[in-house]
């Protein structure tokens, strides 16, 4: 019997999966690959980066097809964006060459179901679009906008979140209802699409994490060879993780600094901003890698993993990578958000700079607790938590969508 065709719209290419966005999607194609659909992945790439990469994108796809990639345009005319009536982030993915390139590849019959990654990719949905249709949600986009005003303290910028936040509330909510289906990462986002934007048809899916790529193993001993290392990983041109490392820079690590002088903090991630590099720099034991091919190794020689976000949205995969590879972690309440773990049995919750502090020195202190939390945390993912279980739910929404689709008389075979 022949497979029912999926096109999957990506606005970003996806490799390197250098970013938590990346990371989910590819988690879940690589599980629908050689399952019900026949999937064929649309998204920009540059010269030379499907050659490049063409091995990885053979593990989540059947198919590649791919528009032009919009060079980055100058920062004053990125600014421009906060004046139009759309959020930032969707205006940066509404390109002349991808509302071309989709307007053709979707116009006949080839494809039973389009999933768009990423709310703000909405913007790319041909109006005469006539097919089955569903959003993988990867954030609440508005609530993010709207903590970055709560937690502004400089007015004009708190003015300018505040903006963004009600132009993402009108966008997403009207974006989301044009789809069959919506799927969140999350029972609280799924929630809060039904009750913010009178969603129905909003389903949510676990967060996948690949339990063979990231292999446990026991956190190491603390030596002079190994001397107490945190670790915190995420993109850091993202805001919230800036916001997040800024916060920990200036709150948090000159307190474990002064229970225990040795202490390492390694921030793993890509695009580190300059005035961030120079706040570490001032500060003992603080270093910035920028980007690695591979954070298995840094995650797996540190003893405690921090994610002291304030401000995001979705669910934080970066979680459950440290926890499957074994790493103790001390989280704030957003970091950890729309996630089904336990604290002080999968992780230590804490929200404060004192807390967090506090947090950090018992684990760095505390082998026993230490390797308690690594274990029941990996035995946690491997229960819950592979993406292959994530990868199946999000396969059966699929096929429900269509089935609906067909039914209802849309459409036309």
């Known amino acids: 019997m022949k497979k029912p065709k999926l096109a999957f719209i990506s606005p970003v290419f996806l490799f390197p999966t250098d970013a938590g966005g990346k990371i989910r999607t590819t988690n879940i194609l690589r599980g629908l690959k050689g399952g019900a659909f026949d999937i064929t992945l649309l998204s920009p790439a540059l010269a030379g980066q499907e ?118 509330l009108r966008f997403e909510g009207e974006a989301l209802r044009t789809f069959n289906s919506v799927i969140a990462v999350s029972e609280r986002d799924a929630q809060m699409m039904r009750d913010n934007y009178r969603l129905s048809d909003v389903f949510d ?57 040795e202490a390492r903090f390694i921030v793993v991630g890509k695009n580190p901003p300059d005035f961030l590099v120079d706040r570490g720099s001032r500060l003992a034991g603080v270093s910035f890698t920028g980007f690695v091919d591979d954070v298995r190794p840094y995650v797996q020689n540190a003893h405690v993993f921090v994610i002291p976000l304030r401000i995001g949205g979705g669910t934080r995969i970066k979680a459950f990578e440290a926890m499957a590879m074994g790493c103790p972690m001390v989280s704030t309440a957003i970091g950890i958000e729309g996630l089904d773990i336990v604290p002080d049995e999968h992780f230590l919750l804490r929200d404060s700079a004192d807390e967090q502090a506090e947090g950090i020195v018992m684990l760095l202190r505390n082998e026993l607790m230490r390797e308690s939390l690594s274990r029941n945390a990996r035995n946690c993912v491997e229960a819950h938590f592979g993406h292959q279980v994530a990868a199946q739910a999000f396969e059966k929404i699929c096929l429900n969508t269509v089935e609906k689709y067909r039914a209802s008389g849309h459409a036309r075979h």
């Open 205 to 261: 899916i676990p967060t996948g994490v690949d339990l063979d790529f990231f292999h446990w193993q026991p956190s190491p001993l603390i030596s002079p060879e190994t001397p107490p290392t945190v670790i915190f990983t995420g993109s850091m041109n993202w805001d919230a993780n800036i916001d997040g490392v800024k916060h920990f820079l200036d709150d948090v690590w000159p307190l474990v600094l002064q229970e225990i002088p």
């Open 51 to 168: 050659k490049r990469w063409e091995a990885s994108i053979k593990t989540v796809s059947d198919t590649f097809q791919a528009w032009p990639s919009q060079k980055l345009r100058p920062r004053w005319q990125r600014a421009l964006d906060l004046f139009r009536e759309i959020p930032v982030n969707v205006a940066a993915d509404n390109t002349p060459s991808a509302n071309q390139f989709l307007a053709q590849s979707l116009s006949d019959r080839t494809f039973d179901l389009v999933v768009f990654d990423f709310v703000h990719a909405a913007i790319l949905k041909p109006k005469s679009l006539k097919k089955a249709t569903v959003c993988f949600t990867h954030n609440v986009e508005a609530e993010i906008f709207g903590r970055h005003a709560q937690q502004a303290t400089n007015p004009i910028m708190r003015r300018i979140w505040s903006s963004q936040h009600e132009k993402m």
